[in-house]
């Protein structure tokens, strides 16, 4: 788990409940308006629901899961594995790497330097690898779209549930005690759908674009380590051209020791 | 039909009415203020249709079935057929797929096969496949577009219906009882505009980009099989190729047999 | 004329303004506040003229005609022309097409063959007709803009109007009743902005655009076919190609004489 | 000058001014709240200016100027010149360019032939203008962007300034004639934020971007004539491909006579 | 750093807390509201946190640093360096190259020649060095990205801050002088929301992006110049092609002795 997701988490509630004490509400409150749940939070699921398929709504649980994952990839302990793998291959044969291919965790690269070992053409090799980045981000986008939605949904439904409840409080416009309660009664939705949205629906979806920013960056950078591999380049090129995709910070500090020994 | 789109629809209406009914508005109401109605729904189909042509305009029933519809292309069915066809063509030449095109059920890869067998060229099959899938696609985002624009458009006249009950209500601001219900009813047409777009016509449009985004996937995928076939590729790549756009799930319940027989 | 564009006016226009006679508005009150027409109408105008050249500008008269016009280039009526030129260029040779040129009516064909015929390179056809392309979408982009502009300053100076309404009506809060006339005479203005935006200016630079998609994929498909003329494409795949840019039920009813005469 | 910067100019200040005349607010009252002006005005610039440097805030005195310019670039007064120099480079080699040089007033045009006579590669002579072109245009987009940002940050300093003078009122409540001047005056800065956001930044940052895409426009039909005459193109085939970069008006009164003259 | 800086910030200051002086309201009361600040400022970065990752978070401080700093880049005194470079490669060989890195201050440009100097290719020196820039240019994005999602959430927390503070004082609706009161502190929340948004969060990203941009401007500028110098491009042609990325008064600066020397 990502310490900085329980972090914002804790933040948020703090901050929006703490807040709502010292102002005089009790949180408790917010949950005594059964109406103004169902309004805001059926509704908001039912258009994601609506505007998506069936395939793509049972996602949902992965999907909050990944809410509180790790990035990945942005470590430099992927630079070694490669330029030895491009030491081995220039030194016996590419063939030689099937024997390394068991230890390698990634799946993704295993795959691509199987393809290798089988002897595709590194255009296949390529096409291959590159169309599985791209229906994999595809995927990974529409997923964010539909937490996304929800977090355009929630304060419109928000909206309609402070609407619902004015026209009733507007009714009997006569009793002013009542009005104030009845527009107070009616603003809980709109807390609600705002609060949904900033507080959880358009954070996740950033953090589900983050983490697959950061898985397309990392296959990419395979990608072409792949490439280069089978190219035969020459490890010390290998080095550079795999850390030119990660941060400086990571980068340097796998990348002395390969420029001392070089 | 697509089961999700009933559950998004039941959440919704549950949601919106149940939750009306709770607050104290019988959803009854919404329906007898039919000036709202009138302001609202009328004005936002007509402009939708002002801003586009009748061929356009022709396509709303078409486009509404297609909110219930099924995504589809996500299913690995075709690769067996793909390999089939690959491994055919290898051993009996192009030539011999002529008589496996009535069988198949799907008229893009009929299309993109019968050009293969009747001789084109890679390049020609490529250019008319890949120019109906951009027409195709461009021809789903104006659908998309049309539906979208009625999701914009109906809150607006929400609010000018909301804005011409004001009107109405406060040139007779002396009597509060009345005023009150006034801005009750002001806001029906409120309501019906926010309504109408998030329940019904955003998840509307959401649904159609996604369809057409899953058969612009589909079709791609037919596209590089079809010129894989003509290329002559390794049945085994072939079959790489193919599941490459697939999602981990379905490309793995079609691979491992395809593997363990290589 | 389009006939789409009279029912999208008249749907607009019944909605908005007989609505608001049942709500108890005469539509005549919305014309009888000639400060808050000229607080929205003028500046709107204003500032779009502002933010463009004098000869954009002068496009505002022809850019209202197309409002109401019909999209063209989806009928498959070029394709047996098209089909016709290729067939007389690889029986008589290229040059053979100069005594067909006057009856052509589209003019970017003719100047597209008449390159043909002078020899032109075809990178050279293809870049002149491209450029012609980019320059044309450029140009009615720019309209679009023009217009989209007014769609998002008509609402502001309706807002505006009805903060100068406010701040006058206002300064008078102790008079309730006449409160309640200068409130509803402020949402005038309002009224105008939002209902000038929505039922006017945003379907109206919404057409331009579809009109201007129309016409670039039309143009899109003659030079391609121009281009296959050129090559010298087999009549058939000429046809195939040009189909492959219309919708299915356009296209097939073109194709079955052309696929069955093969 | 640009006369339509005149006459959108006015439309601006006649609408808003003379329109809150009639609504019987003396245009003289919106210069008379000191606050209002100093919490809208300053933060906008000072916004504007944390967001970007110093040498970019520097360019502003020369933005302005730019708000009230004719465009360019759309005359077709240079087909004749550019087919002239074609002429002559087929004539005379590329070489006799050198003295026609000193009398083209375009230095971009100018500095591309200096390319050529100088003897510069045709990817270099492209490389080096498209460069300028790009550098050119991304200075004008954060020029626009600047002008754009003010737009954005003017409206909502505006609800700083009313968010400000409510709270003053509103702690006065109990005096309902003082409460109706304080909301008025709080609705001061409401207008200069809206005013100054679609009567001024907004319509500016688009003169400015129209002005970029009409001079990014010419001077790629420049590098296209360049690279053309370096080619050796022949003179018509030169006029048409610039002829295809200009509106059809333009393109056809300089198209004739060269036509009739091939 | 950058002075324009200090004068935005001073700006916004004077402009709101002053004018909120002028108003009646001293700039001490918009901090005694600690709930206000409580439900605005940690929510915000909570949810900032939430959408994005723990090694993102961290680099807080030091992109609130950059929000100060100059831009760079876009200055010509690169010029003279790169054109002495490219001399001293066309007279001694790139290897001669070795004893200048030393005093390149740049790194980028040093490790760009570095691989020149060690025999590269220079599709792969043009690969490692863009994607450098690539990975750069993303993680600058994703600093401003975090950085612009705080400037959305901020003032839709301040919304939740008010709708907290009208439900508490609506309760008591009886009591219009405490109702006052309690609308003001209410719309204290709202204040810091469009505040921190306007004056901090957007200004922020925007100076982000800006400086992302320059930085990633001459990066591009410093491929070209590289790859040039591999090529032995000539002297002269190597300043024209760095000069055309720069502004034309910078340009303009460094490119006479050079031009009249030539």
Known sequence: MDPISLVGALLILIGVFVGALLKGVSP?????????????????????????????????????????????????????????????????????????????????????????????????????????????????????????????????FGIIGAVVGLIVTLGKLDNPSELGHGIAAAFIATFWGVFLANGIFLPWAAKLGRLSALEVARKRMLVEAVLGIQSGFNPRVLGDLVRSHLPPSRASSTAEPERSSA
Do not use: W
């Open 28 to 156: 408790v409150a917010f949950f005594t308006v059964p109406a103004a749940f169902l309004i805001v939070v059926l509704p908001t699921f039912g258009a994601a629901f609506l505007g998506t398929t069936t395939s793509d709504a049972k996602n949902l649980p992965r999907l909050f899961k990944m809410m509180f994952r790790k990035g990945e990839g942005e470590d430099g302990d992927v630079v070694p594995t490669i330029v030895g793998l491009g030491e081995r291959a220039r030194r016996d044969g590419l063939l030689s790497l099937e024997s390394e291919l068991d230890q390698l965790e990634d799946p993704f690269l295993r795959k691509g330097l199987q393809m290798v070992v089988d002897g595709a053409d590194p255009e296949i090799v390529e096409e291959v690898l590159d169309s599985e980045i791209r229906a994999m981000s595809s995927r990974h986008r529409q997923g964010a779209k539909m937490i996304t939605s929800m977090g355009t949904y929630s304060p419109t």
